[in-house]
Each structure stands twice: as C-alpha cells, then as structure tokens.
C-alpha cells in the first residue's frame, strides 16, 4: 500500500503557514521596532539634534541588510501585518467555500496603487520632520494592532486608528497582500533598496508553456517572473514563491548551487537565518 505524499504546493504552503506563525508569535514587533527608526531619523533630523543610535536602528538596518541579500522574505514570511493579511484573506474564503459563494477578489491592475505606500511613508515623514506627529493621538492603526495583539481592548481614544484598521481588514480579505502592496511605509522602505538577484525567483521564458501565465495570475502583487541569468529585481515581490508552486512545468525556481530547485529548504534556510538576524539585533 503505497504512503500518502503531501503535494510540494500544500507542503510548502503549511510551512509558510507554520514559519508565519513562529514569528508572529516570537517577533510580533519587528516591523514597528525597524519603522520606530525610520520615524526617529526623520524626528531628529527636523529637530535639528543628531541621529542617535538605538536598538530601533539597530533592527532597521539588520532588517535593511537581510533584504538586500535574501528580498523581502521577511514581508513575506515574518511580518506580523502581512501574516495578519494571509490570514484574514484565508479566513474570507474559508468562509465563502462554506457559504458555497464565490469569495471577492479586488485586483486592479490597471491602477499604480502600489504608489501609495510611498506617499504613507513621505507623509509620516512630514509629520515626524514638523515634530506633529508626536502630537497626533488614537489615529495609527498600527497601534490599534499592536494593543489588540498585546491582549489589550481598552481603545477608548483610537476610534479614528478603530476605523482605519476596520477598513484594512476589509482590504485584506478582499484583496491578496493589500496593506503590504498599497499602504505600508515600511514596503516602500524595503522596496527601495537595491536587492541583490541570485536568490530571488527566475524563470526560463522558452520553457514555459505556450500562453501560460499561471505565475502572474496567482501573484499577489501582479508581478511576471523575470528571465533566468537577467539582474533586475522587482522591489514589489513579497518572495511568497507562490509562483513556484504553480508553475505546471517547474520552470520557476530561486535560490543558488545546491539549493535552486529545493525551494523548501532554502524557504526554511532563510528563515533561521532570519531568526538569528533579529535575535542578534535584540528583538
């Protein structure tokens, strides 16, 4: 009789599922610990005071260096918001499976959203650089999130912060990775860096199928695989390798020497690495 095998599809997405789970559980401030920096530069450097080194930065620009090399696993796989994301896009259609509707998926494509998290960021910004956003209280969503997560429902004075992390929620589960592809400062952050591209997901363009595009369609930021051997990365890719699950030919594969082609190893490799990563720099 022969063993049941876990299809490599479920398999790698169990992992995620799992690798999500153990950050969010061991590191569910990582990203407000490295944007805690990125609003403390822009505070010191409006103030006129020197940029003072702190365990913030310390996280940023480990965070920084570890995507510079590895992407942005850590968007990912790590971050407590696009965890939360999954799994409320998850949740929604679970549900409509069950109510046996078709769920709701928002994708638009045509419109250049994704330019938005960059205005969140060039605002947050002016209002750290003005010394205004010390000022401003119960309105971040990011700290309803936070005070939710810590076990904490007292939020008396965020109902601005309530609604703006309502209607995230909302845009989670109708559209696939919506705050890490349209709203987080942080992304934008990420997406800038120069990625280096020997780890990130390629594929060989004559090897696919005719008028395949299953790689595209199943992106949740709407991306096409880039051509194997080529340097150009895309700042938008979460890494969520999703596209090598699906590809019918096996022809989208990451990773280096030994590891390109077992992308479940190297999912796992760059998790530890990962943890370590955060562990050093004192999460």
Known sequence: MKKKTIPAKKLHAYIRAAIQVVFFICFPSAFTTAFSAIKSIFTQIGSQAPIVWSSFLTVCLALCAFTIVFGRFFCGYACAFGSLGDAVRSLYVFICKKCKKKPITWKPKKL?????????????????????YSDLKGWNPWDVFSMLRAGNIHLGGYWLGILLFAGILVGMALCERFFCRFLCPMGAVFSLLPMLPMFSVRRKQEQCAKGCSACTRCCPADLTLPEAGSWSVNGECFQCQKCVDICPKKNAHSGIGKLRGNEIWFTILRAVVLGVVLVLAGI
């Open 112 to 132: 250049p959203l994704h330019f938005l998290k960059y205005g969140v960021l060039l605002v947050v910004g002016c209002l750290c650089f003005t010394g205004v």
